[in-house]
């Protein structure tokens, strides 16, 4: 399976998105501050994720919740998620 994945950064309270085939090791990777794009802004909490059949579907709908405009758009989409 495949993933789309937003974590909170327990540092500044911003989101990242991502994809990923494994989201624990993705996860992990990014709080050991092995992802380039992510390490400054460490710890991070995962917050939501969707699962998907292909990375393609992961990927693109990593790009559409990237594309919203607003930090809302994502608090509105985790508010009722439940780890």
């Not at 974590?7 to 990777?29: A, D, I, M």
């Not at 802004?41 to 790009?63: G, S």
């Not at 594309?67 to 989409?77: C, D, F, V």
Request: glycine share 2%; hydrophobic share 35%; net charge positive.
């Amino acid at each position: 399976m495949f993933y789309t994945y937003i974590l909170k950064s327990l540092n500044n309270n911003s989101y990242y998105v991502g994809s990923c085939e494994n989201v624990k090791v993705r996860f992990n990777l990014h709080n050991k501050r092995l992802v380039k794009s992510t390490k400054r802004y460490a710890p991070w909490k995962l917050v939501y994720w969707e699962e998907y059949k292909t990375l393609l579907e992961a990927r693109r709908r990593e790009m559409q919740i990237k594309s919203w405009k607003k930090r809302e758009a994502i608090e509105k989409l985790i508010k009722d998620f439940k780890i």
